[in-house]
């Protein structure tokens, strides 16, 4: 039981559920203009953080599916290395709903225990099951929505047409 609780609470957690905020509902009703602008003191825009997620959650899917995409060989390779568009905008946004909704769904996969080829020197000589890399992807998108909630809040955008903690 303890096993299909695990894996039902990871699903929730990365559709918004419990104490986080809808990762959708963050970033569907900013308009381009928001999505783009940068904060004072902070060093991306929404728009830069969502293009990151997406970049990680599209190598671990492929790495899921048996592909061997190249490791970026610094930081700035998940980045956005030009300013965004109104169209990548919304291709962004859209590829965030479709990813979140592949992962989520693989999160009641039978193929948990499956273990992931090992792609960077970083994770040392062991490999990941596909429950571990669902799990890794789920924490790298809380922290980085919780700096798309905080960004909200600091244009006075929060909180987001979909719904969000106000207090």
Known sequence: MAFEESELTLRELFRGKRAHADPVACIEDLTFELARRQVDGFSHSIWQLVFHMNYWMDY???????????????????????????????QASADFRRLIDELSFLAESPDLDREIENMHVSEGSRNYSVRDVLWQTMVHNSYHIGQIAMLRRMLNAWPPQGGGDTW
């Open 60 to 90: 671990e899917l492929k790495r899921i599916r048996g592909a061997r995409p190249t490791y970026p060989s610094h930081a700035d390779g998940s980045w956005p290395s030009t300013p965004a568009n109104e169209i990548e905008w919304q």
